[in-house]
């Protein structure tokens, strides 16, 4: 493919306002909630108040009866559904055992809020007010809910499957047992992952409506294609007739990154009733039963030669799935797995991951998925090995960052990283927070009682999904490839439109995706509209999460565009008879170099191709109109530095952030203030986690976080204002260099916060605390390493302490009896 | 539905006659009546703020008052913020300038909080960082960090006209 020799870099790289805001900055966006059918029925579900329990029978006859209820289903009544809901993971040679898990419960329910049946009305009030009439007896069961408790099979929640282990999924390089006996020092430690939320502003919501033998479906989801696809396979109808679009969704983090319950049930009612049907998620459904993320319980092992070279890395992972799973539920971890090896070169890891069933809603992707959880298992214990060597946890990290001279850099595990400078980004954010002056005022706060500390985090990621061969069915073993569509589309007047196969949800695609095409065809982005999320309209496409749309979207529409230009340069070329290698995009013009003068505009162009075809070259075909697929040959590999600077209160035990600095490094930038703005909320998001957020379930399986009330997301007045930089480190992966950006602050932030806290309390005795980091758990070990014993271990919302993550150099092995292997 | 009451309001200087059902919330009553569907449901439990709206003046959430709480009222939603003109209101300019909004679900409550704020804010100099951050507590925004949220409301206050439509 010819590529444009000269690239103006006019549009790209700068901090555009977004096309986006203007509807969304005045109320006349469209959210699901913001459509009225004709005719539109409400559908409530009826979810169960049960851990864990058998369905004896459900009376709907009571909900019936009040006025303008339409129909009461239960899971019996939906047997003629062709499959149950998608898990699209089937890794090759790995045994996974997968429950069915279908839109409505059949036989028994295996969590709180479990759909056990839908209410259909005429009324949004009326709905609800019927759902509580469904009468629904239960015989309840043993309930587990702890994933180590689970592991022994004590209670079996799916007796089809007979154990509540899912799978054993082990992979590394080196021989880990062998460096790890050969290595000067061994750190051990337990680390919780806990639960969290993915929380999107928006809740889920989705209209059905079935009409005339074709299905459309308007549902708040960061995958419409992979949607219209499963519809086809789990209702019997064929793509062609079904319509799936995401309007105006209000954010994701990878909670809307499923195949939902409720998208069939809305679909299948409407089919029965001949209406369209609406379902709006509660905050409180949301919590219940919109996927959760992280929940796992990590043994790791980390080992180095005296001097500070580490040598070994091994991760035991024990993965809590739920009482199902979800879309990709089992395969989190391993995505973190792949860059365990982090920016250093440690030439001996394993990662060893049992999945474990539990009396909970599933897990899935959110924000980071799996790469949060290893970076923070990492970033955590590279800072104890420190500790324990006696060394500057920053030397440490310099010592075994992977040089920017040895990329592409083959980990032990196989893959290949595609470019980094590590120190650069280190260096950079070193430059900014001043340490030695910091050092200085931490010492001196320190004599007044103020508990000061700072934490660092340097990240890398894998996204850029994915390479199709890689991750297919023959491969990592997804359920399909992860390629990435576009269609440009020039207009006769010289507009273009761009139809992407992403699906954007606040993250700026109709900005910098008009930004690349605008450059490569000589015309303002604001000309160029960027149609996305509706299935109807343009090519196949893998939707948006996992830090892809730019990498892989991105540069699918940068292809099809300089197609597109290619084929103007010959017509402009043939009308100023010329050759085509001499005509390049100059101030908004394709001209003839060294005479910009002599050239023809995009619309002039256009004007050849669809109004007066005399003026096409011989034999050309009309129309300027490019439609591709883009399948990356690499993932690309985001990198960069993060710093936390935190106070905490020796009395309270209360953590307040001060400073953030974050310097990352995702390529060339497209639009600057679109990365800092993903920066910002990534890093707000891991703030969250690691002090604030956790999704809590009681010893009955009872889901304590079921409102805003209880489950804290950071507000305005617990984030600092961030400090944000960038180095620029082509990937060589694709042809704009990009990698990306949307999950990096989350990847970076939850270490860095630990090890603030810890860097604030290590001269108290205090080498670690799980997440959250709340006041009490903070508390807590400030009295216990100040021998006042702490009291009773408390509790939180109701709930126990879990135990802290204990172990250090020599203490010996923690892995539990009949743990992961 | 049951039995229904009258309500009389004000909406963005229009005025409107309705039959409500008692328990109907106010946020309904703007969304699926009168089809100001600019304010959005994020929460339930008034912790999140994306359906703040003005109620004679002062910034409330409306998916946790009555609609027949506010029979006699002039209500402010994020539709009656730009000028008859169509121009911005300097919030909204602020917000489109600063990148103070990603998926936008939290922005019109943000927005309307804000005006709020920035109309009770008191004294003679700029309203400070800390002041927009507590200011705004009430508001849970998951995109920004609220970095960028707090910049395009600092902006508006500087551009003396951050006040009330």
């Known amino acids: 493919m010819t590529t444009i020799e000269q690239a103006p870099a006019n549009w790209v790289g700068q901090s555009l306002r977004r096309k986006e805001d203007p509807r969304l900055i005045t109320g006349s966006a469209t959210y699901v909630d913001d459509l009225t059918l004709p005719g539109m029925l409400w559908m409530a579900i009826v979810r169960s108040p049960e851990a864990h329990a058998r369905i004896v029978s459900i009376d709907g006859s009571a909900a019936l009866e009040r006025p303008g209820i339409k129909a009461v289903y239960t899971g019996e009544d939906m047997r003629d559904l062709l499959a149950p809901l998608p898990m699209a993971w089937a890794p090759p040679g790995v045994e996974q055992k997968t429950p069915e898990r279908w839109p409505l419960a059949r036989g028994k329910v295996c969590h709180v809020g479990d759909a056990v049946a839908m209410v259909v009305g005429d009324n949004r009030y009326g709905v609800v007010d019927a759902a509580g009439d469904v009468r629904v007896e239960y015989e309840p069961l043993p309930v587990v809910v702890d994933v180590e408790e689970a592991l022994k099979d004590t209670t079996v929640i799916h007796e089809s499957l007979g154990t509540n282990r899912a799978h054993d999924w082990s992979m590394g390089g080196g021989d880990i047992e062998q460096a790890l006996a050969d290595s000067d020092v061994v750190v051990e430690r337990r680390i919780v992952n806990h639960r969290t939320a993915g929380a999107a502003m928006e809740t889920r919501g989705v209209i059905a409506e079935f009409r005339g033998g074709e299905l459309t479906v ?74 959760h993320g992280r929940d796992q319980v990590d043994y790791v092992r980390m080992g180095a030669k005296s001097d500070g070279t580490i040598t070994a890395f091994h991760a035991k992972i024990i993965q809590d799935l739920g009482g199902y799973c979800g879309l990709l539920t089992p395969m989190i971890p391993e995505l973190g797995a792949f860059v365990m090896t982090g920016c250093y070169r440690i030439p001996a890891v394993k990662t060893d991951i049992t999945g474990v069933y539990t009396n909970k809603y599933f897990t899935d992707a959110i924000r980071g998925a ?67 002056g910091f050092r ?70 109709e900005t910098g995706f008009a930004q690349i095409v605008g450059d490569r065809l000589g015309v303002d982005p604001q000309v160029v509209e960027i149609i996305h999320g509706d299935t109807a309209t343009g090519p196949m496409g893998l939707g948006t999460y996992g830090s892809r749309s730019l990498s892989i979207g991105g540069v699918a529409c940068a292809h099809a565009a300089e197609k597109i230009a290619e084929k103007c340069r010959q017509i402009v070329a043939h009308n100023l008879e010329a050759d085509a290698a001499d ?44 439609s591709l697929i883009y399948d990356p040959t690499n993932f690309v590999f985001p990198f960069g530095t993060h710093v936390c600077v935190v106070d905490v209160d020796p009395e309270t035990g209360k953590v307040s952030v001060l400073r953030w600095v974050a310097v990352d490094d995702c390529g060339p930038a497209i639009n600057p203030m679109l990365i800092d703005g993903q920066v910002h909320g990534g890093v707000t998001h891991g703030i969250g986690q690691a002090l604030y957020e956790q999704v809590v379930y009681d010893d009955r399986g009872q889901l304590v976080t079921g409102t805003f009330l209880d489950y804290a997301l950071p507000t305005a007045a617990e984030v600092p204002s961030f400090e944000t930089d960038r180095t620029e480190t082509k990937s060589p992966s694709n042809s704009l260099g990009v990698k990306g950006i949307g999950e990096a602050g989350t990847i970076a932030a939850t270490p860095a916060v630990v090890n603030a806290v810890i860097d604030a309390l290590r001269h108290e005795g205090i080498s670690y605390i799980d997440m959250p980091l709340t006041p009490l758990r903070v508390w807590q070990a400030l009295e216990e390493a100040r021998g006042r014993g702490g009291g009773p271990r408390g509790s939180e919302q109701g709930v126990e302490l879990p135990p802290q993550g204990e172990g250090s150099a020599g203490s010996g092995p923690t892995i539990p009896e009949g743990g992961a292997a | 539905m049951g039995r229904t009451v009258p309500l009389q309001v004000t909406v963005n200087g229009e005025p409107h006659r309705s039959e409500i059902e008692p328990r109907l919330l106010l946020v309904h009553y703007l969304r699926d009546e009168l089809r100001l569907t600019g304010t959005n449901i994020g929460c339930d439990t008034s912790n999140c703020g994306a359906c703040t709206c003005h109620v004679d003046g002062e910034a409330v959430k409306s998916c946790t008052v009555l609609a027949v709480q506010c029979d006699g009222a002039e209500i402010t939603t994020i539709e009656g913020m730009s000028g008859p003109d169509g121009a911005l209101h300097p919030l909204q300019e602020g917000f489109w300038a600063e990148h103070g909004l990603q998926c936008g679900y939290c922005t019109p409550g943000m927005i309307m909080a804000a005006a709020d704020l920035l109309a009770r804010h008191e004294g003679d100099g700029p309203i400070t960082e800390e002041e927009v951050r507590k200011g705004l507590e009430g508001n849970l925004c998951r995109c920004t960090g609220y970095h960028n949220i707090v910049k395009a409301v600092q902006a508006a206050a500087e551009a003396g006209r951050g006040v009330t439509a």
């Not at chain 1, 294609?225 to 086809?232: I, M, P, S």
């Not at chain 1, 089919?271 to 998620?281: C, S």
């Open chain 1, 583 to 626: 005509i390049e995009i100059h101030d908004g013009r394709f001209s003839l170099r060294g005479d910009p003068e002599k050239g023809m505009t995009l619309a002039e162009v256009a004007g050849c191709a669809y109004i007066d075809a005399t003026k096409m070259p011989e034999g050309m075909e009309l129309g300027l109109e490019q």
């Open chain 1, 440 to 509: 200085a005022e931490q010492a001196s706060l320190r004599e007044q009682g103020v508990l000061r500390g700072i934490g660092f985090s340097t990240y890398t990621e894998i996204c850029g999904l994915a390479p199709s061969r890689a991750v297919g069915p023959s491969g990592f073993g997804l359920g399909i490839g992860l390629y990435e569509s576009a269609l440009v589309r020039v207009h006769p007047t010289g507009s273009v439109t761009v139809f992407t196969g992403t699906s954007p949800h606040g993250q700026g695609h």
């Open chain 1, 218 to 291: 308007w549902s708040s989801t960061q995958v419409p294609h992979l949607v219209r696809l499963f519809y086809a396979v789990q209702m019997g109808i064929s793509e062609d007739k079904v319509r799936v679009i995401a309007p105006e969704v209000g954010g994701g983090f990878g909670s809307k990154l499923q195949v939902c319950a409720e998208e069939t049930l809305c679909a299948w009612a409407s089919k029965k009733l001949g209406r369209p049907v609406k379902w709006i998620e509660t905050r409180s459904e949301n919590m219940a039963a919109s996927h």
């Open chain 1, 370 to 436: 799996g790469r949060p959880e290893m970076t923070h298992m990492l970033e955590v214990t590279i800072d104890q090995l420190a500790s324990e060597l006696g060394m500057d946890p920053l030397e440490l990290r310099r010592k075994n960052f992977i040089k920017p001279e040895e990329f592409p850099y083959e980990t032990p595990y196989g893959i290949t990283y595609d470019s980094g400078n590590y120190e650069a980004a280190f260096d950079r954010a070193l430059e900014i927070v001043d340490l030695d």
